[in-house]
Nanobody, 125 residues
């Protein structure tokens, strides 16, 4: 069973930056590098939405709302994926979740098999 633990959330002023981390463990028949990793977020009263995803080979996708401001990366040696968030806006306030799946990256949360517990990001105006 794969476990994902997010960290790095917090309170930041608009225009600021945060870096989220998602550490993975518990692989039995695979390695972290076999997994595509996604970041999703859920704001109060809204459905969870796609933010970004990174493939096992480093290919990435971004939601239009974060393109040019957010950057996803992974360190397979550390079993960790990162989300660098710059130029944060109040509308980025949400609980951020990382997710993992074997295979290619996906925009759809239904395609992911494993989820972290989430980390809160709050951007004040």
């Amino acid at each position: 069973q794969v476990q994902l633990v997010e960290s790095g959330g917090g309170l930041v002023q608009a225009g600021g930056s945060l870096r989220l981390s998602c550490a993975a463990s518990g692989y039995t028949f695979s390695t972290f590098s076999d997994y595509a990793m996604g970041w999703f977020r859920q704001a109060p009263g809204k459905e969870r939405e796609f933010v970004t995803a990174i493939s096992d080979n480093g290919g990435t996708d971004y939601a239009d709302s974060v393109k040019g401001r957010f950057s996803v990366s992974r360190d397979n040696a550390k079993n960790t994926v990162y989300l660098q968030m710059n130029s944060l806006k109040p509308e980025d306030t949400a609980v951020y979740y990382c997710a993992a799946r074997v295979g290619g990256r996906s925009w759809s949360e239904q395609m992911y098999d494993y989820w972290g517990q989430g980390t809160q990001v709050t951007v004040s105006s």
